[in-house]
Each structure stands twice: as C-alpha cells, then as structure tokens.
C-alpha cells in the first residue's frame, strides 16, 4: 500500500460546480499537508499549506484534514476552466524535509 | 526576478551518454531538489540539498550524481544513461525551514533511447 493515495481520475465537471479532490494515507506521523497544482508541461506550483487538522480557507479554495481519518481534501468552489489541471497532495511529517506526493488527480472545467 | 530556472528543456540522449541538468534559482532560497515524475509514479524525490554545501539521497537516487555549486545553483548528472531514465525532471527550490514549502522549475524532458 502506498503512503499516500490519490484517485487519479480524471475529473471533468461544468463551470461553476463545486469540486471535491481527496487523498488519504498511512503514517500517523504526518502532520503538514500542501496541495500543489501543475498545469500541463509546466512544474507543479503550491496552492494550500496546512498544519494539522482542521481547514484552511483561501479565496475559492479550501483545505480540510481530518487526521483522526488520514483523510484530507480539498474543495473548489465556482469552479473555472482556468481550473482545469492536476491536483496533487504532498504530505511531511516535519523531520526530514522530504515530501511524500500522492499521484494527482486530473481536473477538467467545461464551459 | 525569474524563480527556479532549468537547462535544457528538451534533451535526447543515446544508452550510454552522460548530462548534466542545470537548475540556478533567484530567490535566496536554501534548499533545492530534484525530482522525477512519471506517469503511474508521480514526483520521486532523486536528491536534495538542505543548504549549500550538503546533499542527501532522496528516494531514487541510482545512476546520478549532484552537485551544489553555491547557493543558487544545484545540478543533475546523469554519467551513463539508460532508458530507464527518460522522464520529466523538475528542480525545485524552499526557504522554509522544513522544506516544504518548494518553488518548481518548468522541467527539462528527458528521452533515452
């Protein structure tokens, strides 16, 4: 089983729907979780950052860990076919800088 | 200010061949990375650099070297290459004391044929 996994996808909703992507994983040690998203060729770029359990609200973003769960997602509202890329989450457990990345899930907005 | 920068963007090298990735960010930052990403394997952590003059192992660290040229500058080597690794590489940088907070490069797309 892998530390982290991530429902590939793809995705594909309409304009304007509320998005709901979600990874869960193993090691209780974890305690930063980071959503990053990468549009097609180019390199992933950070776009949640959160410590701990509980959410984190950023525009029309927001980030939910529920670690009791190792569950945590992430919820696009309004979603905009800008939003169309793919979602990746990268966990730490805070003592040895490394990330642990689930696969990312494709996103597709339609107009 | 130009963020995490990589040389070449697109390289084809024969089995066998050597190379060397370069990365140079702008930012001040004091760790940088590489990875891999594949398709069905996502980013792969190849090494890292927690500050200048250290590097450590990551996940996949077999057939490359690195080296940490100063603060800026943080290259990939490849001394023989095998098919095994094409694939995208991407650099990335952090100035956050754990490290997770990471600045990507665009990549550089490898084949090995």
């Known amino acids: 089983q892998k530390e982290v996994e991530q429902d590939p996808g793809p995705l594909s909703v309409p304009e304007g729907a509320i998005v709901s992507l979600n990874c869960t994983y193993s090691?209780?040690?974890?305690?930063?979780f980071m959503w990053y998203r990468q549009y097609s060729r180019k390199g992933p770029e950070l776009l949640m950052y959160t410590y701990s359990s509980g959410n984190k609200e950023d525009g029309r973003f927001t980030a939910q860990v529920d670690k009791s769960s190792k569950y945590i997602s992430l919820f696009i509202r309004d979603s905009q076919p800008s939003d169309s890329a793919t979602y990746l989450c990268a966990m730490g457990a805070g003592n040895n800088r490394k990330l642990i990345w689930g696969l990312g899930t494709s996103l597709a907005v339609n107009p | 200010n130009a963020g995490v920068t990589q040389t070449p963007k697109f390289q084809v090298l024969k089995t066998g061949q050597s190379m060397t990735l370069q990365c140079a960010q702008d930012m001040n930052h004091n760790s940088m990375y590489w990875y891999r990403q594949d398709p069905g394997m996502g980013l792969r952590l190849i090494y890292y650099?927690?500050?200048?003059?250290?590097?450590d192992k990551g996940e996949v660290p077999n057939g490359y070297n690195v080296s940490r040229l100063n603060k800026r500058e943080f290259s990939l080597r490849l001394e023989s290459a095998a098919p095994s690794q094409t694939s995208v590489y991407f650099c990335?940088?952090?100035?956050?004391?754990?490290?997770?907070?990471?600045?990507f490069g665009p990549g550089t797309r490898l084949t090995v044929t």
């Open positions: 090691n209780s040690a974890f305690q930063y």
């Open positions: 990335a940088s952090s100035s956050d004391s754990l490290g997770y907070e990471q600045y």
């Open positions: 650099s927690a500050s200048e003059g250290t590097t």
